[in-house]
Nanobody, 122 residues
Framework: QVQLAESGGGLVQAGGSLRLSCAVSGRSFQIMGWFRQAPGEEREWVGRVNWSGGSPAYADSAEGRFVISRDNAKNMLYLQMNSLKPEDTAVYYC?????????????????WGQGTQVTVSS
């Protein structure tokens, strides 16, 4: 059974950093990504990486501040978030695609974690 479990969310002041983790079990995936959803907003793609952790792609809102990495030996995906802003406040989800390529659409990802709350205070 495939499971994705996020951790590491919390409350942080603007300008601070957080590192989210996603533990993956059940199988491995070529493409993994992060999404977020703020209250009253649609789910938003944050970024993705391929199996080797290479070819990362980020949303404009994350570019230059967020870094996605993975440790396949530990079946872990990470999201390092720096220079956090109040507008980064959201529930963050890790997601996995069963394909060899995935874009920024939610329906490109078949498996999802339960989410972890990130709150950035001003």
């Amino acid at each position: 059974q495939v499971q994705l479990a996020e951790s590491g969310g919390g409350l942080v002041q603007a300008g601070g950093s957080l590192r989210l983790s996603c533990a993956v079990s059940g199988r491995s995936f070529q493409i993994m990504g992060w999404f977020r959803q703020a209250p009253g907003e649609e789910r938003e793609w944050v970024g993705r990486v391929n199996w080797s952790g290479g070819s990362p792609a980020y949303a404009d809102s994350a570019e230059g501040r967020f870094v996605i990495s993975r440790d396949n030996a530990k079946n872990m995906l990470y999201l390092q978030m720096n220079s956090l802003k109040p507008e980064d406040t959201a529930v963050y989800y890790c997601a996995a695609s069963t394909e060899f390529w995935a874009d920024d659409r939610s329906d490109s990802y078949a498996y999802w974690g339960q989410g972890t709350q990130v709150t950035v205070s001003s």
